[in-house]
């Protein structure tokens, strides 16, 4: 199970959030890329980097400090934050990410992610981030009605084989993830679709609430191809190096299709 240290961008500096609140910041660097060499020095062979300005004004902001993150470390980046169209996507793209995350624009545009898809293939994701059961968007200001597990059959129908789905009530709290709504998404994406085709995603990263190594071994039990931590690493709760070690020994509970990466 791949562990993804978190970066997340606001005035570009490296801050996390307690359950999405921009009232409720700490700021752990002021330069992300510092961020980024910590983890990499760490052992990390992914980040995930999202923007949160981005997310809130709809496009990326925040470029020039992902720019700096891809120069100061050689492993993958995951980004995600105002990828509103394929267009932005590129931007992201040519700044170096290698993973672009599709979020409040993939709760309703099949089109978009279908073209990104169709242009990017497995270096696009989704990310599904749900209150109670229910999507959020726009920074997770705008709550809509659209339940998770829905929208991720569907955009996984379009071919999308990664999603990162954030429990928003449980994410910077470290009070552990929701691995019953987890376990339910990760079995719903096993087997036939309505359209009948089959299913063959095995990229679901769960996000939100891990605070101790016994939440990577929760989420690893519901069948999660990847987990990612972010404020249990900043606030000194779990050492990174201890958790990539873990999540080295830690398999999904299902078999990772072939020819779909975690």
Same mark, same amino acid.
């Given at each position: 199970m791949i562990v993804y240290p978190a970066i997340?961008?606001?005035?570009? =500096?490296?801050?996390?959030?307690? /359950? &999405?609140?921009?009232? =409720? /910041?700490?700021?752990?660097?002021?330069?992300?890329a510092a961020a980024a060499r910590r983890w990499h020095a760490a052992g990390a062979?992914?980040?995930?980097?999202?923007?949160?300005?981005?997310?809130?004004?709809g496009a990326p902001v925040n470029v020039d400090a992902v720019r700096r993150i891809r120069a100061a470390v050689p492993i993958p980046i995951q980004y995600g934050g105002g990828l509103r169209?394929? %267009?932005?996507?590129?931007?992201?793209?040519?700044?170096?990410? !290698?993973?672009?995350?599709?979020?409040?624009?993939?709760?309703?545009? !099949?089109?978009?992610?279908?073209?990104?898809? %169709?242009r990017y293939g497995d270096r696009v994701a989704v990310g599904l981030d749900a209150r109670d059961g229910l999507l959020a968007a726009g920074g997770w200001l705008a709550q809509t009605r659209?339940?998770?597990?829905? =929208?991720?059959?569907?955009?996984?129908?379009?071919?999308?084989?990664?999603l990162v789905v954030t429990d928003i009530r449980r994410d910077g709290t470290g009070q552990g993830p929701?691995? %019953?709504?987890? &376990? /339910?998404?990760?079995? %719903?994406?096993?087997?036939? *679709?309505?359209n009948g085709a089959e299913t063959t995603s095995a990229g679901v990263i769960a996000s939100g609430g891990v605070g101790s190594l016994s939440h990577l071994e929760a989420v690893a039990a519901t069948g999660a191809a990847g987990v990612i931590v972010g404020t249990a690493i900043y606030d000194g709760r779990v050492?990174?190096?201890?958790? *990539?070690?873990? &999540? &080295?020994?830690l398999s999904p509970d299902r078999d990772v299709p072939s020819g779909v990466s975690p």
């Open positions: 997340d961008i606001r005035d570009g =500096r490296c801050v996390r959030l307690v /359950e &999405g609140d921009f009232g =409720r /910041e700490t700021v752990f660097f002021d330069d992300p062979t992914w980040l995930h980097v999202v923007d949160l300005d981005a997310a809130r004004s169209t394929l %267009a932005d996507v590129e931007t992201m793209i040519a700044a170096g990410i !290698d993973r672009a995350v599709l979020g409040s624009a993939a709760v309703h545009d !099949d089109d978009l992610v279908a073209a990104a898809v %169709a659209v339940p998770a597990l829905d =929208r991720a059959l569907g955009v996984v129908a379009l071919g999308v084989r990664h929701n691995v %019953a709504a987890l &376990g /339910e998404m990760v079995a %719903a994406l096993v087997g036939p *679709l309505s050492d990174l190096a201890e958790a *990539l070690a873990l &999540g &080295g020994t």
